[in-house]
């Protein structure tokens, strides 16, 4: 793809069409260039090596979710004027969509251990799917029908556990509990009644404060944030920061710089031309993005604004 190529292309779906063929090739060379040059990881592949059919199921799947399902996209044409910017910023959503793929969440990793042990063990069961109620071997049979504060009242009088701790870097992995605990809490939980997989991991969750990995409070409380990331995540938080930036429109960026000095909607909306509402759906599309970028959302957002404010000056 050529300048004249790539300006050209990026006029139609800046115009609202469809991205042309010439544009996707291009993306999908970004992809291979990406595995071939950056040495990434065979744990990153969704086959566990890296070949041709890991390459176009990765550019299938970016496509798929974020490229069009998210608008990334359309967002990148925006910030990128010249082929090696729009380059650049593909190969680096890219990245982060695979990243993305290896943080599954505490409470996703738990409840597949629960669901293998209540498979595997000595319980009983009754219904399908994820109504599935299961039941001791020798009862009781009765669903339980407690509010979550008798929930967590089931999982406190089992006693003491053993809280597993990670380091940094399998935090989002962290199993929580050893398989004997584990155990020891379903068969606890379930001597108070049956119970669906997702009440057992939702008494889990009280009982240990699991929060999922996702930011506590909102936009504003992120903020405000003032701690340090640990200096282990400093590779990651760069990625991310990346990622974001890209991700953002013009207008979001804008909205994000005054919404942080604290500019009155009213009055950002009057400086960016623009309606209350259109600042209301872009505070709403900025909170998706912090929301997807879990715990590490409040350190990525103050580099992100330090580089926009950086750039605007």
Not at 119 to 128: A, C, P, T, V
Not at 134 to 161: E, M, N
Not at 165 to 179: N, Q
């Amino acid at each position: 793809m050529t300048e004249a190529d790539y300006a050209a292309a990026r006029s139609v779906v800046l115009a609202g069409g469809d991205p042309p063929s010439m544009l996707l090739a291009d993306c999908r060379r970004s992809v291979g260039l990406l595995v071939s040059n950056a040495g990434l990881p065979a744990h990153y592949s969704p086959y566990g090596v890296w070949n041709r059919e890991a390459v176009d199921e990765v550019f299938s799947d970016w496509i798929a979710v974020r490229a069009v399902g998210r608008g990334q996209l359309r967002a990148i044409l925006q910030r990128a004027p010249a082929l090696k910017v729009f380059r650049r910023m593909v190969e680096t959503s890219v990245r982060q969509h695979l990243i993305d793929g290896l943080k599954p969440s505490q409470a996703a990793n738990l409840y597949e251990r629960t669901v293998e042990l209540l498979s595997s063990g000595d319980f009983g069961s009754r219904g399908s799917g994820t109504g599935k109620l299961w039941h001791l071997a020798d009862g009781p049979f009765d669903p339980f029908d407690g509010d979550d504060r008798q929930l967590l009242a089931v999982a406190w009088s089992l006693g003491a556990f053993e809280v597993i701790r990670y380091d940094l870097e399998a935090r989002k992995l962290s199993p929580l509990l050893s398989a004997d605990d584990l155990e020891r809490f379903v068969v606890g939980m379930l001597s108070a009644g049956s119970m669906t997989a997702a009440t057992v991991v939702r008494a889990v969750k009280l009982r240990f404060a699991l929060d999922d990995d996702q930011p506590s409070g909102d936009l504003e409380d992120a903020l405000h944030v003032i701690a340090a990331p640990e200096p282990q995540s400093a590779p990651v938080i760069a990625e991310l920061v990346t990622a974001t930036l890209a991700e953002l429109s013009q207008r979001q960026a804008r909205v994000l710089m005054g919404t942080s000095k604290e500019v009155p909607g009213r009055e950002l909306a009057a400086r960016l031309g623009c309606s209350t509402g259109t600042i209301s759906n872009e505070l709403r599309q900025i909170r998706e993005i912090l929301t997807r970028l879990g715990a590490d959302a409040p350190y990525v957002l103050k580099e992100v604004l330090d580089r926009l404010f950086q750039d605007d000056v």
